[in-house]
């Protein structure tokens, strides 16, 4: 059977994750695509229902018989309610809000993202995150929902490997790391801010980037141990934040 009525009971049910506010009450997500489907599925994250269109019968198939999902086809108009994807690739699925254990270890590197509210952004810092071993990433509250569709695709699956922290204080968790010997560096243009080729990334240590256009509060900044910069041409103001979270990233990764 393939669900051809745009108004179906289910999929204006689905549709509605879409909205944060009905993800955070159903704890449930909607994902799209075959490549993040593949990583859920590998990420053990519960698969609830899969939706495909005719095409992808095969793939639909082989991905409901691994992880035990309900599956349903559809049009290719109905399917085009539950993404927001420009070209998508004709799958999605709805998968369980996975209950993380928050565990920070000793000596790890621990990136604070402090009101970063564009998702495409919050999605490339989870994505380098991943890339260059970054311990664990916080999320204050205020930033992008990470499960949210726009930071699923930007994140690439990363949202299921990485030990993600959402919904917190910003200046509660910069304290709590100092209490256990963390080294916390606020990045940002501070008198007395150090370049970051002369920052001490190494043993356990964390860096907070602020929003996108208004960066970190001097509340914020004194909380912390010292400010770092990035160096760059004279002429330029400033690098986006995905872009600045990923630069310090790659320092840890290959000095620390």
Same mark, same amino acid.
């Given at each position: 059977?393939?669900?051809?009525?745009?108004?179906?009971? #289910?999929?204006?049910?689905?549709?509605?994750?879409?909205?944060?506010?009905?993800?955070?009450?159903?704890?449930?997500? #909607?994902?799209?695509?075959?490549?993040?489907?593949?990583?859920?599925?590998?990420?053990?994250?519960?698969?609830?229902?899969?939706?495909?269109?005719?095409? /992808?019968?095969?793939?639909?198939?082989?991905?409901?018989?691994?992880?035990?999902?309900?599956?349903?086809?559809?049009?290719?108009?109905?399917?085009?309610?539950?993404?927001?994807?420009?070209?998508?690739?004709?799958?999605?699925?709805?998968?369980?809000?996975?209950?993380?254990?928050?565990?920070?270890?000793?000596?790890?590197?621990?990136?604070?993202?402090?009101?970063?509210?564009?998702?495409?952004?919050?999605?490339?810092?989870?994505?380098?995150?991943?890339?260059?071993?970054?311990?664990?990433?916080?999320?204050?509250?205020?930033?992008?929902?990470?499960?949210?569709?726009?930071?699923?695709?930007?994140?690439?699956?990363?949202? *299921?490997?990485? /030990?993600?922290?959402?919904?917190?204080?910003?200046?509660?968790?910069?304290?709590?790391?100092?209490?256990?010997? *963390?080294?916390?560096?606020?990045?940002? #243009?501070?008198?007395?801010?150090?370049? #970051?080729?002369?920052?001490?990334?190494?043993?356990?240590?964390?860096?907070?980037?602020?929003?996108?256009?208004?960066?970190?509060?001097?509340?914020?900044?004194?909380?912390?141990?010292?400010?770092? *910069?990035?160096?760059?041409?004279?002429?330029?103001?400033?690098?986006?934040?995905?872009?600045?979270?990923?630069?310090?990233?790659?320092?840890?990764?290959?000095?620390?």
């Amino acid at each position: 059977m393939v669900i051809t009525s745009r108004k179906n009971e #289910l999929i204006t049910r689905i549709c509605k994750l879409k909205d944060k506010k009905h993800r955070d009450a159903t704890g449930l997500f #909607l994902l799209c695509g075959k490549k993040l489907l593949g990583e859920a599925v590998s990420s053990d994250i519960k698969i609830k229902y899969i939706f495909a269109v005719e095409k /992808n019968k095969e793939t639909a198939e082989k991905a409901a018989d691994l992880c035990g999902a309900e599956l349903f086809y559809t049009s290719e108009d109905v399917f085009s309610r539950l993404t927001d994807e420009q070209s998508p690739d004709g799958i999605c699925a709805v998968a369980e809000i996975p209950k993380r254990v928050h565990t920070i270890e000793d000596g790890s590197f621990v990136l604070i993202c402090d009101s970063l509210s564009d998702p495409g952004n919050a999605g490339a810092v989870l994505r380098s995150a991943r890339a260059f071993g970054a311990g664990t990433v916080i999320f204050s509250a205020g930033c992008a929902d990470i499960y949210s569709q726009k930071v699923l695709r930007g994140a690439m699956g990363a949202v *299921f490997k990485n /030990n993600v922290i959402t919904g917190t204080d910003t200046e509660s968790v910069i304290a709590k790391l100092r209490q256990r010997g *963390f080294r916390v560096y606020a990045a940002a #243009l501070h008198t007395d801010a150090v370049p #970051l080729k002369a920052a001490d990334l190494s043993g356990g240590c964390a860096v907070v980037i602020g929003n996108e256009g208004h960066g970190l509060s001097k509340e914020t900044v004194s909380a912390c141990d010292g400010a770092l *910069f990035i160096e760059m041409e004279p002429l330029c103001e400033s690098l986006n934040a995905a872009v600045a979270a990923s630069v310090i990233l790659y320092k840890r990764y290959t000095e620390g």
